[in-house]
């Protein structure tokens, strides 16, 4: 038995009523018997509540973003073997990568430097260059950490799979991020699922995989008469019929317990019921944003087309965060490979993208802060990789594993710095490298857990799996 | 712990033993002795010098963990160091005088309870009630654990129970009175198809059964039409084939029975761990499933080092794969079908036999060790009864498909149709060529210019429309297209029609997924390869209305015949089309969006479809177009072939072409059946295949002479046209120049189709016959795995299927029976279990019959009438004192629905089908892969493609919500509701309440049940908003609801 929820992760009554069950089961009885599962508990104090999770499919070029790069524009045309930079291709370097599809039309090595197709500019009081695409960014660099190492292996979009698990494409799936914090805090909401998933999801669908299903996140839609699967009867049944049934239920179930005493099961579900219940009337009223002032929401970018979808669903998160939802998951660029994937047309297309989602996630990061809430609520934009210093196709970018950015916000992060570098051209991530699960254990700090005190019997993790904290950014 | 010991002392056994073994163990411990020395006790550790007591510092086990690099404990390639706060822990305990009690060394693997032999145990003498063998072992295990059980359960819930557990259905009201005896009823269920539906999914879990996925059409993962292996496991439990042999096709019934489909499909098994991308994913996928499911050993442990808990080292693990080595995967031709994407069968087939198998040095497959290929076999420690591997040489129908002879006589039919056809068009050129407008008068079937046909679509009307394939209703005064596909369903138009024609529709794009099309065509022919059409198309980067053309089966979207306009799915739409000649003209609700000159005309149907879409078509008239209609002219240039006597030229040489073409499929299958199937003189066989490789050639070069015509104005066309020719030209040369008894090439007849290796390779790399002899590696595993000898097969399996009545395993780790897997308290009965099962023919159907017909099957689930004492030993039931409450797989909770609402539809086998809440059939029928699961099915914890050995049952809101929520609980709530009422004799509320009762919980109400609901009954009475509704309709709302209520009910979705 697995009480909790759909990403409703470890309610109250988890712990409560958890038995031997699936956690514990396979291969678990003589491995290590000092386990038991987590209480739902911080392992100690924690700085943040909630993290809001922004991830940009398809591959955001660093270059073109958080880590500007002159020398490209200083030596575009030429081959990277004519540049000062040559050894940046040396194999030995370039071997981490494992190569999914051999042989691939994509995440090839790309040698003709492309020069930069968009200018940068310094911002705030910590003087950080951001593109002048991302300008609202820009603004509020004061409250970001810029961290400009990261690294991954899949050279294709299985990194989406990656970034969020830890764990390559051909490697066995594995919980994502995202359960893992369901998975290890309790719930600071019972009318809510504590795990939500919005925008368009890459290819794999789950993210509880061993942890179990209770740990996927919930999709939700910005729509306050639709917001779940099932969320309001697709039939003939009103408000007050409905909750009769429920009251019937309730009171049937609990004759029943008298009939069948010590059944956690049955005192599960009778649980499960009221939740459902509340949480039928608790989700869409989440997402009704009457109450939201137009200032706040023109913050957000609901004033303009290309910025309110993302907007819609950055203020969502805001006020799930509000309502203490752990993880809020939102995907942006749709297509199968993600939008943001510009292998041509990089200028026209990053551009585009990149003025849904400046203004938004900085009014996210803006609205947070005056609410006092920026400093529990721990915000990651991040991307599955880079993009080639190179070109491709005239007038795009290859996908790059070996350094990016990403940006990290709130819950006690040091904003208005720099972390790590890639060397001048961005090629290799050379100062403070981060895998990507450095990110997961940074912010598994913040909420108070010990990511190698996440594990389940049975369930082999690597040192990789837990990643390192990135304590530079700490405050 | 005892409470003398200080809070600050280290305890052995919780702190430090958890530690040494996760850390250590692997190499100093009863698997490895690296420098002899072992860890496993305080005096193992003592003896081999590691352990000074009291003297941390002069301990090496410290030393060696605090080491530098070079030196450190555990080596960097075997495990991360220690972290500080462990080393303090262990240094600690050392200083504290390494307290540990006394303990014995575990013993040699090979003595692992698991690997011994399965006896059949002497069974327990009989302690007066206990006369079936499973409840005379249970009981001697309560007695000495000073338990006892609980009573039986009332005969209606058991029989429920039963119901449930067997068929995956509930019982009607008569079968829970069945007062038969219990053997009996059991039988009965046996032998139902249901069964073999019930178990087939609980296997499909096991065995990870999922339908294909990919991207687009690209098949990434598993393979199309992998539903035959799906009706293989329905059939061969109902057929209750023995497991052995279900085991040994599903490994290798290509090399047990190459000539018989029905055992081959077993091998869908292995097709299902098809991956496109890379070969040693799909390997290790293959490896690590069949480990677990059949043995219960976790082999993909040892892919990159030495296993760290059982007797598997890498080795093993890549001599395992090498049994697997030359395997491929392959769609066999089904008879009657001709082409792969509606029908074929997955299967496997040695194809690289001779591929060498290498290990990756730490399981990095871009480091093989070159220098040690590695010979196939069984993991050494149980290969002592594994049988030589020996080669098996095959029939010629499985190694050339193409010499089948239902696919020798398809491709003699096509050839013959296309020539056909080919005839057809040259008529037709040649009458245009006579300049005869369209056809000699009265070859028309009409020629009547008051020709008129309309149909409002308020009933069928068959006269009119022939509706081919699903999906088609009449509803609401339209024709429904409801299922979204690219199937060719259609509703063809009965009565011939004029040549210059013109149709006027009235339609709504009701839905769809991608293309949301719908299509208007005419001079479509039988076969549907010759068609003009138009369509809209409401798919969103680009929705348009288009006039096209399909010859030969291949479609043409010419520019200039299409007008993009934002249609939209919900919007109905008025179109127009005439067709004067080649002249095609439409108009969109009045508007002239498009004037296209057609390349050419034939006769043909008229019909109405969708592609990727629902369409509702309220009405349409299609009459002969007044020859006073002006229509607008085409601005298009006339396509290359409308010069009338160019046009009887090309079609000349299509017809040659065609020709050409049948001689050559005809000479191809007599060299292939020379070369395969039949024992001629070389020198027959070489003269067959002479006259085949030359027919080839020429009908190369008959296509390339009717390409370079059709194609003259595509100057790329043309260029390949012509390297076409030359180069078969050359190669005729040298045919007629080569020795004669030189046996020539020729392309052999391809039967089957071979799933792609890797995205680089195209089909047509591959040859079409394949090696002859296949290299018996996986009928070797097979035999071994199904070997009376083989101590795990047996176990494993049993243990799956006593957990699946009982709710709990009698091993834990049902995929784990490796040496982490401690001795289970039922030993003997899985011991006992699993030396009938194999005694009886591994009959499933034996072991159920043996497990659902005891005592300890039947019992209560409550704990209410347990005594004291039972409840405190045994709180989790271990010693099976009572049943345990299992809750619903996900299919069980949708078929009963569906079932109890009577509307399940029964039909059995077949391809998968689109899930959603328009399906009716059995949810083992929906189709199950990574982008296709049931939405209601997930909320219950639906199997988990990846790997499924055991159904969470989890217990979440949304399943509330779905249960109160889903169309289907609400539909079927009413249906339930008025079924019952149709069946009593009486209106009174409480009557329907005791019969919902029994319907669907399957016992009676208790009193205080009964006044809950009446009181329910009484509060929907009162609701404000049905106050408007007359008495009958009230009391059906509230028995619905009350239905739903009961729906909902914990003990509808547990097994009691």
């Not at chain 1, 270059?63 to 040396?90: C, H």
């Not at chain 1, 254990?441 to 019997?457: D, E, I, M, Y």
């Not at chain 2, 080649?582 to 002239?592: A, F, H, P, S």
């Not at chain 2, 982008?931 to 909320?939: A, E, I, Y």
Request: a negative charge; proline letters at 7%; charged letters at 25%.
């Amino acid at each position: 038995m697995l009480c909790g929820g759909l990403g409703f992760g470890s309610l109250a009554l988890n712990a409560m009523l958890r038995r031997d069950g699936y956690a514990a089961a396979p291969g678990s009885s003589s491995a290590s018997p000092a386990w038991s599962p987590p209480d739902g508990v911080p392992h100690f104090a924690p700085k943040a509540k909630s993290v809001i999770w922004l991830f940009m499919r398809g591959g955001v070029s660093h270059m073109e973003s958080f880590d500007p790069k002159p020398a490209l524009t200083k030596y575009a045309g030429k081959t990277i073997n004519e540049t000062p930079f040559a050894d940046v291709q040396d194999p030995e370097k370039l071997k981490r990568v494992r190569v999914v599809v051999v042989n691939d039309a994509n995440g090839q090595q790309r040698n003709k430097v492309y020069p930069l197709q968009v200018g940068y500019r310094k911002y705030g009081q910590s003087g950080i260059e951001i593109s002048d695409w991302f300008p609202h960014l820009g603004a509020c660099v004061d409250d970001l950490a810029v961290i400009r190492s990261m690294w991954t292996t899949d050279d294709n979009h299985g990194a989406q799979v990656q970034f969020h698990s830890g764990r390559h494409m051909l490697d066995p799936r594995v919980p994502t991020i995202g359960a893992w914090v369901n998975y290890g805090l309790g719930t600071l909401n019972e009318n809510l699922p504590q795990f939500i998933g919005m925008g368009p999801r890459f290819f794999d669908k789950r993210d509880g995989h061993y942890l179990g299903p209770a740990y996927d996140s919930v999709a939700l839609k910005v729509d306050p008469n639709n917001p779940l699967d099932y969320a309001s009867p697709e039939g003939d049944v009103s408000a007050g019929q409905q909750r009769l049934g429920f009251d019937l239920v309730r009171r049937l179930n609990h004759l029943t317990a008298e009939q069948y005493p010590h059944d956690p099961e049955l005192e599960a579900r009778i649980k499960s019921y009221e939740l459902a219940y509340r949480m039928q009337t608790a989700v869409p009223e989440v997402i009704r944003f009457d109450t939201e002032t137009e200032a706040t929401k023109k913050l957000y970018g609901f004033d303009q087309e290309e910025t309110r979808p993302f907007g819609e669903q950055l203020l969502t998160a805001r006020r799930f965060a509000e309502q203490g939802v752990r993880f809020i998951q939102i995907m942006h660029g749709d297509g199968a490979a993600g939008a943001w994937d510009q292998h041509s047309k990089l200028k026209a297309n990053h551009s585009k993208l990149a003025m849904q989602v400046d203004r938004p996630v900085a009014g996210l990061i803006q609205d947070l802060k005056q609410r006092g809430m920026l400093d529990e609520t721990l915000v990651v934009f991040a991307t599955e990789f880079g993009r080639t210093p190179g070109s491709q196709n005239s007038d795009g970018r290859d996908h790059h594993p070996y350094g990016f950015s990403v940006l990290m916000a709130g819950g006690g992060l040091k904003g208005g710095i720099v972390h790590g570098a890639t060397d001048e051209i961005g090629f290799h991530a050379v100062e403070h490298p981060h895998y990507v699960t450095d990110v997961h254990a940074t912010l598994l700090h913040q909420l108070g857990l010990h990511s190698h005190r996440l594990n389940v019997p049975g369930h082999k993790r690597l040192e990789q799996d837990y990643g390192h904290v990135i304590k530079e950014i700490l405050v | 712990m005892s409470a003398a010991i200080a809070v600050d002392d280290v305890d052995y056994l919780t702190q430090i033993k958890p530690l040494l073994s996760e850390k250590c163990y692997s190499c100093h411990g009863v698997l490895k002795q690296e420098s002899g020395l072992r860890l496993e006790t305080r005096s193992l550790m003592i003896d081999g010098g590691a352990l000074n007591p009291g003297d941390p510092d002069g301990s090496e086990l410290l030393a060696r963990i605090t080491a530098d690099e070079d030196e450190r404990m555990p080596p960097a390639e075997d495990g991360a160091a220690l972290q500080p706060e462990q080393i303090k822990l262990l240094h600690r305990w050392i200083q504290q005088g390494a307290r540990a009690p006394e303990e014995t060394p575990p013993p040699a693997p090979t003595e692992h309870w698991a690997f011994q032999p399965i006896t059949r145990p002497t069974l327990p003498e009989s302690s007066g009630q206990a006369d079936h063998p499973v409840d005379a072992l249970l009981a001697a295990k309560r007695v000495a654990g000073n338990v006892r059980p609980v009573g039986p359960a009332d005969r209606s819930m058991i029989i429920r129970r039963l119901y449930l557990d067997l068929i995956g259905l509930p019982p009607t009201t008569e079968q829970l009175r069945d007062e038969r005896p219990w053997e009996q009823i059991v039988d009965d269920l046996l032998a139902r198809t249901e069964h073999g539906e019930r178990w087939a999914r609980h296997w499909m879990d096991v065995w990870r059964y999922s339908d294909w996925y990919g991207l687009g059409q690209q098949i990434r993962y598993s393979q199309k039409h992998i539903w035959h292996w799906r009706d293989w496991i329905v059939r061969s439990l109902n057929d209750d084939k023995g497991y052995d042999r279900m085991v040994s096709e599903m490994l290798a019934g290509d090399e047990l029975a190459p000539t018989d489909p029905d055992a081959i499909a077993g091998t869908g098994y292995l097709a299902r761990n098809y991956y496109l991308f890379n070969r040693t994913t799909w390997l290790d996928s293959t490896i690590e499933h069949t480990g677990k499911a059949f043995l219960g050993l976790t082999l993909n442990c040892a892919k990159c080092h030495d296993h760290k808990y059982d007797p598997i080292s890498q080795l093993d693990y890549y001599r395992f794969r090498a049994l697997f080595e030359p395997h491929q995967v392959r769609l066999d031709p089904i008879p009657g079908v001709t082409d792969f994407e509606k029908d074929g069968l997955p299967r496997v087939f040695d194809d690289s036999v001779d591929r060498p198998t290498f290990v990756h040095l730490r399981g990095d497959p871009m480091n093989p060790d070159k220098e040690n290929p590695v010979s196939p076999g069984v993991p050494a420690i149980l290969a002592d009864f594994a049988a030589p591997i020996q080669p098996v040489q095959l029939p010629p129908d499985a190694f050339a498909p193409g010499t089948r002879s239902h696919v020798q006589q398809a491709a003699i039919q096509k050839a013959e149709s296309q020539v056909e056809s080919a005839k057809r068009e040259l008529a037709a050129a040649k009458r245009r060529l006579a300049d005869q407008p369209a056809e000699e008068p009265g070859t028309r079937p009409v020629d009547d210019p008051s020709w008129s046909v309309t149909d409002l679509f308020d009933e069928p009307a068959p006269e009119l429309w022939r509706l081919i394939g699903d999906g088609w209703q009449y509803r609401d005064g339209a024709l429904h297209q409801t299922k979204s596909t690219r199937q060719s369903q259609m509703a063809r138009l009965v009565p011939p029609l004029p040549r210059d024609f013109e149709v006027d529709c009235v339609y709504t794009t009701t839905g769809g997924s991608t293309y949301k099309s719908v299509t208007f065509r005419f001079d479509q022919s039988e076969d549907g390869k010759y068609s003009n059409y138009v369509y809209t198309s409401a798919h969103a980067p680009g929705p348009k209305v288009q006039v096209a053309y399909a010859r030969g089966g291949d479609s043409t979207y010419p520019a200039e015949g299409r007008k993009a306009i934002p249609i939209k799915v919900g919007q109905r739409y008025h179109l127009r089309v005439a067709v004067r000649d080649r002249l095609v003209n439409v108009w969109l609700d009045d508007q002239l969006v498009v004037a296209y000159q057609l390349p050419d005309r034939s006769d043909g149907f008229v019909s109405l479809s969708g592609f990727d879409a629902t369409v509702a078509f309220d009405e349409i008239t299609v009459k002969a177009l007044s020859p006073d209609s002006e229509l607008t002219a085409a601005g298009n240039q006339a396509a290359p072939s409308v010069d009338p006597e160019n046009a009887v030229i090309v079609a000349e040489l299509k017809l040659a072409s065609a020709n050409a073409a049948l001689e050559s499929v005809h000479a191809t299958i007599a060299a292939d059946n020379a070369a395969y199937v039949a024992s001629p003189s070389p020198a027959e066989a070489n003269s067959l295949a002479r006259d085949a490789a030359r027919k080839q050639l020429q009908a190369t070069i008959a296509d390339a002479d009717y390409r370079m015509i059709a194609d003259a104005a595509d100057s790329k066309k043309l260029k390949s046209a012509k390297d076409q020719k030359s180069a078969a030209e050359k190669k005729l040369k040298e045919l007629e120049k080569a020795q004669p008894d030189a046996r020539p090439d020729y392309a052999s007849l391809r039967g089957s189709k071979k799933a792609l290796e890797t995205p680089e390779h195209k089909e047509s790399d591959y040859p079409a016959v394949y090696a002859s002899v296949s290299t018996g590696r996986r009928l070797t595993l097979a035999k071994w795995i199904t070997s009376r000898q083989n101590p795990l097969t047996a176990r494993v399996a049993v243990n799956h299927v006593w957990m699946r009545h009982f709710g709990t395993p009698l091993v834990e780790s049902v995929f784990d029976f490796g040496l982490r897997a401690e001795k289970p308290l039922h030993a003997e009965l899985l011991d006992f279990l699993a030396a009938e099962f194999m005694e009886s023919g591994w009959s499933f159907k034996y072991l159920h019959r043996m497990i659902v017909t005891s005592e300890a099957y039947r019992m209560s689930s409550s704990t209410l009438t347990a005594d004291e004492q039972t409840r405190t030993v045994d709180p989790t039931n271990r010693y099976y004192w009572r049943a345990n409450s299992k809750r619903m797989e996900s299919q069980l909770v949708r078929d009963s629905l569906l079932s109890l609402g009577g509307k399940l539809d029964p039909k059995t086998e077949g391809p998968s089908i689109d899930p959603g809440p328009t399906a009716m059939r059995r949810s083992v029928y929906l189709k199950h892969s990574r982008d296709q699961q049931d939405k209601f099915l997930t909320m219950f914890d639906d199997a988990d493609i990846l790997q499924c050995y055991r159904r969470s049952e989890s217990i979440v809101p949304q399943q509330a919500l779905a249960l109160s929520n889903s169309k289907l609980a609400i539909d079927m709530a009413s249906q339930i509701a008025s079924r019952i009422v149709a069946d009593l004799k009486t209106d009174a509320p409480s009557d329907f309440i005791d019969e919902l009762f029994f319907q669907l919980l399957c016992r009676e109400p208790t009193d205080a049940e009964r006044s809950e609901c009446a009181a329910f009954w009484e509060a929907m009475s009162k609701l404000p908003e049905l106050q408007s509704r007359d008495a009958a309709d009230l009391e059906t709302v509230i028995r619905s609801r009350l239905t739903q209520a009961i729906l909902n009910h914990n003990d509808f979705v547990t097994i009691r």
